[in-house]
């Protein structure tokens, strides 16, 4: 897909890609509600989350770089949804991109690429949480049939406020 002249490639993430990645989760955490992490991470000190992603897994990370200077644009990941076993089937599924690239249908290329990664595991549900308010994250994952279930009120806080979270969930 071109966007704004600019060739984008999506493909699994791998080491070399994790001090791009942290940056751009970085950027979330200190500007932003979007993570409810408050504190900042060291590259080595996300290994562990890079690494919890392995290409086979029903835990994924899509990475979108741009295809000419490989720079990292941004980033899907499906993680577990929680940890006992029953929820196996289950996954949380999220989207970082980098400052500079809303709104060039980045998000949609890293989610499409995703699903389809997703549809070959055994997979019953995704669900998204979206902190509010975040029009744009709530339009994409709409798009991507994801539903309304609940807001959690005033679940997180940051920046000396309070933050709902809303639910979405999708079928798989």
């Known amino acids: 897909m071109t966007t704004e002249r600019t060739e984008v490639q999506v493909r699994p993430g791998v080491e070399a890609d994790l001090k791009a990645l942290t940056d751009i989760y970085n950027h979330y955490v200190r500007e932003t509600p979007i993570t409810f992490d408050t504190t900042v991470f060291t590259p080595e000190e996300r290994r562990p989350w890079l690494l919890s992603h392995p290409e086979d897994g029903p835990h ?20 577990p949804f ?3 076993p029953a929820y196996g ?19 949609t290329l890293l989610y499409k690429a995703l699903f389809e990664s997703l549809a070959e595991q055994d997979l019953h549900r995704a669900y998204a949480g979206i902190a509010q ?10 798009r991507f049939g994801f539903r309304h279930v609940g807001t959690y009120r005033e679940v997180g806080r940051k920046f000396g406020r309070y933050w709902d979270v809303a639910w979405y969930e999708k079928e798989l």
Do not use: C, F, M, W
């Not at 308010?133 to 709409?142: C, D, I, K, V, Y």
């Open 82 to 84: 929680r940890a006992k």
């Open 133 to 142: 308010p975040n029009e744009a994250s709530a339009r994409l994952h709409e």
């Open 89 to 107: 089937t289950s996954v949380e599924v999220t989207i970082y991109l980098a400052p500079h690239t809303g709104g060039r249908g980045i998000g």
């Open 60 to 79: 994924l990370l899509k990475v979108a770089a741009d295809a000419d200077s490989q720079e990292i644009l941004g980033y899907a990941t499906s993680s």
